[in-house]
């Protein structure tokens, strides 16, 4: 079945790199995603990954994918005050049904 | 602007007191969903919709309905509400396909059922 884990909270000062990790357990996957919610709002898509990669990188932002360990992270580099969301990472099971963790609180301090 | 938008984004009912949370998409988008946002558990997916009349359940649809008359609208009914429907809703809507496809959110509908 899909299940997808995260730890639930972060904390990082401001400058610093964050990194968030995700588990899944469907090998099937072929996109996972991560999605960022500030206060208030709702999902937007920061980035994701084909299954057949295993690095991807858009500007502060570094996606790692093991697919033999089912294990997936999100690298923030110079991590900023707004910054500070919750981070969803998701997997893409049937029906394009996005499969989502229970998210984790990035909280960013001056 | 393309968006999806949820009305009413607040509302507080009592128990058994029929309610529907509206989504509309102007992207033309085949795919449309709901999602409901619980601490400590992520989302979980309620209904969804591959296209115009065509809907199926997600994950958790008991107490809920859904309808797609039209491309654009994709309404939520809760036709009995409970206590345990207390919870932040999302609509989103994306394209069809086996690849990559990109997810939209609409800005979610906080219900407290009291």
């Known amino acids: 079945g899909e299940d997808v884990e995260q730890s639930l909270f972060l904390s990082v000062r401001e400058g610093d790199s964050s990194v968030i990790n995700c588990t899944y357990t469907d090998s099937s996957s072929t996109y996972l995603y991560w999605y960022k919610q500030e206060p208030g709002a709702g999902l937007q898509l920061l980035t994701y990954i084909f299954s057949n990669m295993d690095m991807k990188q858009d500007q502060r932002l570094t996606v790692l994918l093991n697919k033999k360990d089912k294990h997936l992270s999100l690298r923030i580099a110079d991590t900023q005050t707004g910054d500070s969301a919750i981070y969803f990472c998701a997997e893409r099971g049937g029906f394009q049904k996005l499969v989502f963790g229970t998210g984790t609180r990035l909280l960013v301090s001056p | 602007e393309a968006q999806v938008t949820q009305n009413p984004r607040y509302l507080i009912t009592v128990t058994g007191k029929k309610l529907t949370v509206t989504c509309s998409q102007n992207?033309?988008?085949?795919?449309m969903s709901w999602y409901r946002q619980d601490p400590g558990l992520g989302l979980r997916q309620i209904y969804y919709?591959?296209?115009?009349?065509?809907?199926d359940k997600g994950d958790v649809p008991e107490g809920y309905k859904v309808s797609r008359k039209e491309k654009r609208n994709f309404p939520l009914i809760l036709e009995s509400p409970s206590p345990n429907q207390t919870s932040l809703y999302f609509c989103?809507?994306?394209?069809?396909?086996?690849?990559?496809?990109?997810?939209?959110f609409g800005p979610g509908t906080r219900l407290t059922v009291l």
């Open positions: 989103a809507s994306g394209t069809s396909g086996e690849f990559y496809n990109e997810q939209f």
């Open positions: 992207m033309n988008h085949e795919y």
């Open positions: 919709s591959m296209n115009v009349e065509v809907t």
